[in-house]
C-alpha cells in the first residue's frame, strides 16, 4: 500500500475540482446559447456518439412491447382453446339430434326418440337403458336405430323405461342382404381383445360370389325383428372361405354403440320384418349404383369362366389330336397279337392240337 501523500491528495482535489467547474461552465453556456444551436449539437450527438445507446433503447423498447403483445395473444388462445373444448361436445351433440330429427321427419311418427343412457356396470357392457315404454307404444323386440344405422334392438320393456342391447351383445344375430338385394347372409358379433375391437362378421355368403370391399350392408327382413333395409355397415375384408360352400366378410359397423346418446325405436306395424327401409339411409341412386357393380362383378366372373371353358375345349381339341396322332403312328399288327403272349398267332392259330388245317375235298 502506497503512503499516503498530503500534496498528491490536494492535487487530485484541484483536478476534480477543475473539472466540475469545466463542466458547469459548458452546461451553462450550453443553456445560453440560441435554440437552433442547441439542436444542431443534440441531434449530431444523437447521430454520432449516442447512436448505439439510442439504438439499444429502440430494440428494449420493441422487445418489451412484443413481449407484451405475446402475453397477450397467448391469453386470447388459451381462452379459445378451452372455449372450443367445452362447445365440441355440445356442436357434436347438436349434430346427432339434427340428423336423429331429420330421420324422425322423413321417417313419420313410427319411429319414438329416446335417450340412452350406458349402466356403467361390469357385466353390462353390451347393454342401456332407455327411458321409453310401452306407455310410448314400444314392445319387447323393436328395432333401435340412430341416423347412422341400426344400433340393437329392445330386451325387456316396462311402462316408462325399457332395456335394450347393442350389436356388441352375444345373443345379437340379424338377417343381412347387400344393398342391391342380390346376396344374403347372418351378421353376427365376434368379441375383440377389449370392446373397440368388437366387430361385425357377414356369414352364409355363397363361396362363388366375392363381394367388394365397401358395399353397404343393409337388413333383409329375413326373421322376426328387423325390417328391411336398415344400414348395418360396409364390407371391410374377406374374413374366412370354407371351400365349395361358403365365404365371410368382416363389416365395419354403420354404429358405434359406445358413442350413441340418442336413439329412435321402431314401433308399431312399420318395425315388423315385412316392412321396407332401404330409402331411409339410401338413396334410388345408390342402390342402382350397388347393382351396376355387382353386374360389373357378374360380368367379370363370367368372363372369367368362358376364358376358361375356351381353354378347356382347346386343351381337349389337343388330346385328341395327339391321340390321333399315335393311333397312326403305331403298326397295324397290334391289332392282332395275342393279349397273353403279345406274339402274332399265325394262321394255325385256330387248331389247338397245333395240326394242320385239314384238306378240304372239293
Known amino acids: 500500500m502506497p503512503p499516503f501523500d498530503p500534496e498528491l491528495t490536494e492535487r487530485e482535489g484541484r483536478r476534480e475540482l477543475l473539472l466540475a467547474g469545466l463542466v458547469v461552465a459548458a452546461a451553462v453556456a450550453l443553456v445560453l446559447l440560441p435554440v437552433q444551436v442547441q439542436q444542431w449539437m443534440s441531434s449530431s450527438l444523437r447521430s454520432t456518439v449516442l447512436a448505439p445507446f439510442v439504438l439499444t433503447q429502440d430494440v428494449l423498447q420493441q422487445a418489451r412491447a412484443r413481449t407484451l403483445e405475446l402475453d397477450e395473444i397467448q391469453a386470447r388462445l388459451d381462452s379459445t382453446t378451452v ?3 367445452v362447445q365440441a361436445p355440445l356442436r357434436e351433440e347438436n349434430l346427432r339430434l339434427r340428423s336423429l330429427l331429420d330421420l324422425a321427419e322423413r321417417a313419420g311418427p313410427s319411429f319414438v326418440p329416446a335417450e340412452a343412457i350406458r349402466p356403467g356396470t361390469r357385466g353390462s357392457e353390451s347393454m342401456f337403458l332407455l327411458d321409453v315404454g310401452t306407455r310410448d307404444g314400444v314392445s319387447r323386440d323393436d328395432p333401435v336405430i340412430s341416423d347412422r344405422g341400426l344400433v340393437g334392438s329392445i330386451r325387456e320393456v316396462g311402462p316408462t323405461t325399457s332395456q335394450a342391447m347393442d350389436w356388441t351383445h352375444p345373443d345379437f344375430q340379424v338377417g343381412a342382404m347387400t344393398l342391391d338385394g342380390e346376396n344374403f347372409g347372418l351378421v353376427e358379433p365376434r368379441r375383440g381383445s377389449f370392446r373397440e375391437e368388437d366387430r361385425l362378421l357377414l356369414n352364409g355368403i355363397p363361396f362363388h360370389t366375392a363381394l367388394p370391399e365397401g358395399m353397404e350392408v343393409v337388413t333383409s327382413g329375413l326373421g322376426v325383428a328387423y325390417p328391411r333395409g336398415i344400414r348395418i355397415g360396409r364390407i371391410l375384408s374377406l374374413a374366412e372361405a370354407e371351400a365349395g360352400w361358403r365365404r ?8 358405434q354403440p359406445g358413442q350413441v346418446t340418442h336413439v329412435l325405436v321402431l314401433t308399431g306395424e312399420s318395425g315388423r320384418p315385412e316392412s321396407d327401409w332401404t330409402y331411409l339411409w339410401a338413396s334410388e341412386l345408390e342402390v342402382l349404383r350397388a347393382r351396376q357393380d355387382t353386374l360389373r362383378i357378374l360380368e367379370a366372373e363370367a368372363d372369367s369362366a368362358t376364358v376358361l371353358r375356351n381353354r378347356a375345349d382347346s386343351l381337349f381339341m389337343e388330346v385328341e389330336r ?5 393311333d397312326a403312328l403305331l403298326p397295324d399288327t397290334l391289332d392282332v397279337l395275342d393279349p397273353n403272349t ?9 387248331n389247338d392240337d397245333g395240326d394242320p388245317d385239314p384238306q378240304v375235298e372239293p
Open 83 to 85: 372455449l372450443l373444448a
Open 248 to 255: 365371410g366378410y368382416w363389416l365395419e359397423p354403420a354404429v
Open 322 to 326: 395327339l391321340r390321333s396322332a399315335a
Open 342 to 350: 403279345g406274339v402274332d398267332p399265325g394262321p394255325d392259330a385256330g
